[in-house]
């Protein structure tokens, strides 16, 4: 297995309908089988798509241990192991590298911004304690703070310090971030679906790509078509994960993503976790003409973009 290489996908945790809006294992292992049959190279787990703001700490280590029993070895297992204190992200990557997890995702802490001394200590702690690589996360519209590409340089110096993910959609970072993974021993990976183009032409080595939840065949064409420099079949496949996109503004995430893939029927997702609500009927509606015009779009190209039938 080779790690930070390809679509990589953050993958959705299903939660039953249940009072407690339970964690539902069999759905998440359905899941994973169909993304790793659609030939992604990489499953990760506890991401913004994957809600780990509202799991708490023994639900996120059984959803780590599912992902890694169900993957079983066919492509690397991610995990995420951020909190806002040193002493909670520590014990995660702890406790994630114990459940078998190949790599860790550390998001900078939020609420309260740290300082920039603060956070080099901070993921020098987490990377210290733990013999797995390292991926940076950063996504400033959730934490409220940007890591700066002079920080991520002194970090990309740490032995434990692998990667880093940016889903900032800002060019000017990314391109910083690229000019870091081509001087060090430190790689790229890009979060933000709509600049997979822009980012492997910088010289990312991979995309963590939400729709890849839902349209893995258009994400896993898109990574083919950049390394064979095919820039035609690159614009076409780029352009066409934009009607996904296009409805995700319909709720907050992942409410709608989840929604497509219970519709789109590779598992029974489920709803995101209150307070997040499930989404209001003309929008669901909304939501299946998106999931049909992929179908369509798989009858016509014989595959390329297939969904769960």
């Known amino acids: 297995m080779e790690l930070f290489e390809g679509i990589i996908t953050p993958v959705i945790t299903p939660f039953r309908r249940d009072a407690q809006q339970s964690v ?3 759905a998440l292992t359905a ?5 790793i049959d659609h030939g992604v190279k990489g499953i990760f787990v506890l991401g913004s798509n994957g809600e780990f703001h509202v799991l708490d700490h023994d639900e996120k280590v059984a959803v780590t241990r599912c992902a890694v029993k169900a993957a079983a070895g066919r492509v690397p297992v991610y995990a995420g192991a951020g909190a806002c204190s040193t ?29 920039r001394e603060d956070l080099y200590e901070h993921f020098k702690a987490v990377s210290e304690s733990t013999s797995l690589p390292v991926i940076l996360y950063n996504i400033p519209k959730a934490t409220g703070g940007t890591l700066s590409p002079d920080l991520v340089d002194r970090l990309a110096d740490l032995p434990g310090i692998a990667a880093i993910k940016d889903s900032s959609g800002d060019p000017a970072l990314l391109e910083a971030y690229a000019d870091i993974a081509r001087r060090k021993d430190f790689r790229l990976l890009v979060g933000s679906d709509s600049k997979i183009s822009l980012a492997y032409g910088l010289g990312a080595s991979g995309a963590v790509a939400g729709t890849s939840n839902l349209i893995p065949d258009i994400l896993t064409g898109l ?5 064979a420099g095919d820039q035609d079949e690159a614009e076409r ?9 296009a409805v995700l503004p319909l709720g907050t995430v992942p409410s709608v993503l989840k929604k497509a893939v219970e519709l789109n029927g590779s598992c029974e997702a489920g709803p995101a976790r209150k307070p997040v609500r499930e989404l209001r009927p003309e929008d669901i509606r909304r939501v299946e003409t998106m ?3 992929y179908r369509q ?5 014989g595959g390329e973009s297939k969904t769960a039938a």
């Open 24 to 26: 539902n294992e069999q």
């Open 31 to 35: 899941q994973i089988n169909w993304l």
């Open 87 to 115: 002493k909670e992200a520590i014990q995660l990557a702890r406790d994630m590298e114990a459940a078998g997890a190949d790599a860790l995702s550390v998001i900078n802490p939020w609420f309260l911004q740290p300082s």
């Open 223 to 227: 990574d083919r078509a950049l390394r």
């Open 237 to 245: 496949l780029q352009a066409a994960i934009e009607p996904l996109r």
């Open 291 to 293: 999931v049909n015009g």
């Open 297 to 301: 779009r798989a009858a016509r190209t």
